[in-house]
């Protein structure tokens, strides 16, 4: 039966024809390799296999778009009976033989013939290529053109000159391919180009063109795929790529985002190395990287390598972003070297910073805010709870002798410092050691020498207690991104918090970190290494910059506050003082940033203050008006209240009205306007 694909099994034959004649090429260029003696004649016989090599491809792309057609059509019949027919013969034809020129049919055949062949033309290739190099090694004979009488003495010395120089045979180059996927590799893959093969003025233009084309993939290969192989075309397809790829704006663009988004994979200090090293690599791509000499900058990517090498780097001051990191990454290969050697001398004893206790076979550096969010995490055991409530390690000695073993640090349990630098102390007795592993039986001590003093909030403020909070912009003062947020002005906390979920949503990145041990109302915490963020905080004199460690929670519940009364609400009215509408009615407050005494200091000095009508005191801060302070049961105005209270404000207007001196009021013509962006200032001064 015949096939009713007649037209397409014709493709696939014609296909296979012209696919004989360009192996048959490549086959004599094979047999012709053993014969040649000179550089000259492989170049040329490499040129014109090359040529057959990129036809070769081409034809093999248009049989497999070919047999894939069938099968299409074939998978599309509906006529059951046809179908299996078709099938019967496609099957057949696979498993046969081209009759004229004796090749597979079969597509997984045919490819495995082709790279077949390739695999014996490179091995052509290379030995011609070494049996040309050792006859240029061979001395030249010269003949003689008469025989002396006498025989001269030698000269040792100028015969040396005629002696044949030895030739190290050096591996062929290898040129990278280009895709055209990342054009920062253009640069480097157009340097090594014409370095090995472009400046070359013993090769053509067309075989200097199909070493171009064998050497590009992907979409750079499409891109002058069209354009045909000729001798004078060679120089339009290379402008053809340089127009495409050589945007040198464009590529150090993409080179400086990679740069600033490096980051180790893990705390590992192997994942470290190969950050540092990724790092130098990509400054040698830039083709003017003076921009990263600043030291700022240097700073900010050793911090992402590992904040420890900021200090160093600060010490250190190199004058170059390459001279850095080139010091990090010897830095880190000698503590890997000091680890190896001491596991040499130590086998069984741990020789990371800290070891994972379920598995010794890996290694890694425990980073001091790796400690899980969500429950604590034993330094000595690694399992959920604190570390003084440790079961497996239960004595002082114990705890000790696996201090020891971890090679952490004896005041905090924290890695990657210096013993002697730690400003932590027991919590118990004020020692030099953690108060895990503390022998004395005294009760702690609260000292504002060793712990940093936060804020006293009860957890349960009373509704009528309005805390000094207030709304405030916060931003990032690298990217820029900014969001509103409560702040707490704390005049007893000697630092800065932040919540770790503000920190997250504003993309703050750790300047330092800090061994802190924070005191409060309910106690006070364990010695924990925090990162410290830097932002922006802005206010109607501008922005300030603050500096606060990052806290998985302030201590500091949500508030509910009532509405003011009407009294107060009135009097604010009467008085032109424009408060947010928010602050008028109840509302609940979360506070995201705690704000220590310095900045607290700074955004409230000089500020006025005015004693509303319920007892609540209203000022205006640097962040905007704040009402604080308690409204016992005993303060609120009763009607009776109300009413002598606008008895004495009649008589005191009585006594503005008639000219007479009262030195509790200051009189002003001033209009009291809010435009958006700066508050109003105040002339009311209480008594």
């Not at 006859?135 to 002396?148: D, F, M, V, Y």
């Not at 990342?182 to 480097?188: K, P």
């Not at 200090?311 to 010091?327: F, G, V």
């Not at 969010?373 to 000695?397: F, V």
Request: charged residues 20%.
């Amino acid at each position: 039966m015949t096939s009713q694909f007649v037209s397409d099994y014709s493709i696939i034959h014609s296909i296979l024809s012209n696919l004989h004649g360009h192996l048959s090429t490549r086959n004599n260029v094979i047999t012709q390799f053993p014969q040649l003696s000179s550089s000259d004649e492989i170049l040329q016989l490499s040129s014109t296999a090359m040529t057959a090599h990129l036809e070769v491809l081409s034809l093999m792309d248009d049989y497999k778009e070919a047999i894939a057609s069938i099968e299409d059509k074939i998978n599309d019949m509906e006529d059951g009976a046809k179908k299996e027919e078709e099938q019967r013969i496609f099957s057949s034809m696979e498993t046969s033989t081209d009759g004229s020129t004796n090749l597979p049919v079969s597509l997984p055949l045919l490819a495995k013939l082709t790279a077949k062949q390739e695999t014996k033309y490179d091995r052509a290739f290379e030995a011609a290529t070494n049996r040309v190099s050792m006859l240029s090694r061979l001395p030249q004979k010269q003949p003689s053109t008469s025989t002396p009488s006498i025989q001269p003495v030698p000269d040792h010395s100028s015969a040396l000159t005629y002696l044949p120089q030895a030739f190290v045979p050096l591996p062929p180059m290898r040129i990278e391919p280009f895709d055209g996927s990342n054009i920062t590799l253009w640069s480097s893959f157009h340097s090594q180009f014409q370095s090995i093969i472009g400046s070359r003025s013993e090769l053509s233009p067309l075989e200097k063109l199909n070493y171009l084309r064998s050497l590009l993939k992907g979409d750079a290969l499409k891109l002058v795929q069209s354009i045909p192989i000729r001798d004078d075309l060679y120089s339009h397809t290379l402008d053809r790529l340089k127009v495409a790829y050589d945007r040198s704006n464009h590529s150090t663009a993409l080179l400086y985002q990679k740069l600033m988004g490096m980051k180790p994979k893990s705390s590992r200090i192997e994942d470290q190395l190969n950050c540092v090293r990724d790092m130098i690599n990509l400054v040698y791509h830039l083709d003017d990287s003076k921009n990263l000499d600043s030291l700022p900058l240097i700073e900010q990517l050793a911090s992402r390598v590992n904040p420890s090498f900021v200090r160093k780097i600060w010490k250190l001051n190199p004058k170059s972003m390459t001279d850095a990191l080139t010091y990090i990454d010897k830095e880190l290969r000698e503590e890997l070297e000091c680890r190896a050697v001491e596991s040499a001398f130590h086998p069984n004893q741990i020789t990371s910073i800290h070891s994972n206790p379920d598995s010794n076979s890996e290694q890694y550096i425990r980073p001091p805010n790796e400690k899980s969010h969500d429950s604590p995490k034993c330094d000595y055991c690694g399992s959920t709870h604190q570390s003084i409530n440790c079961s497996k390690y239960k004595t002082s000695d114990e705890r000790t002798n696996r201090i020891s073993q971890i090679r952490v640090c004896r005041k905090c349990l924290q890695p990657n410092h210096n013993y002697n630098e730690c400003i932590a102390k027991c919590g118990k007795c004020k020692g030099t050691h953690h108060n895990s592993i503390c022998k004395s039986t005294t009760p702690p001590t609260h000292s504002n020498n060793t712990l940093i003093q936060a804020a006293a909030i009860v957890t349960n403020p009373w509704p009528q207690t309005r805390m000094h909070t207030a709304t405030g912009v916060i931003r990032n003062p690298i990217h820029g991104t900014a969001r509103d947020a409560t702040v707490f002005l704390d005049t007893g906390s000697q630092i800065s918090m932040i919540s770790r979920s503000l920190s997250d949503k504003l993309k703050l990145e750790p300047i330092e970190m800090r061994v802190v041990s924070i005191a409060g109302i309910t106690g006070y915490s364990d010695p924990q290494v925090a990162d410290v963020v830097q932002y922006d905080l802005m206010t109607s004199s501008g922005a300030h910059k603050v500096e606060a460690i990052v806290q998985d929670t302030l201590g500091i519940p949500s508030m509910a506050v009532e509405a003011l009364p009407s009294s107060d609400i009135q009097f604010i009215k009467d008085e032109s003082i424009f408060i947010p509408p928010s602050k008028l009615t109840s509302h609940t407050v979360s506070p995201e940033i705690l704000l220590g005494l310095d900045i607290t200091h700074t955004l409230t000095k000089n500020t006025e203050s005015i004693r509303l009508p319920s007892g609540l005191d209203f000022l205006y801060s640097q962040l905007g008006p704040i009402i604080i302070g308690s409204k016992p049961f005993h303060s609120i105005e009763t009607p009776d209240d109300q009413a002598e209270r606008d008895e004495k404000l009649d008589k005191a207007f009585k006594s503005i009205f008639s000219g007479e001196p009262n030195s509790e009021y200051e009189d002003s013509d001033a209009e009291y306007e809010y435009d958006g962006d700066h508050y109003p200032s105040l002339h009311y001064y209480p008594p």
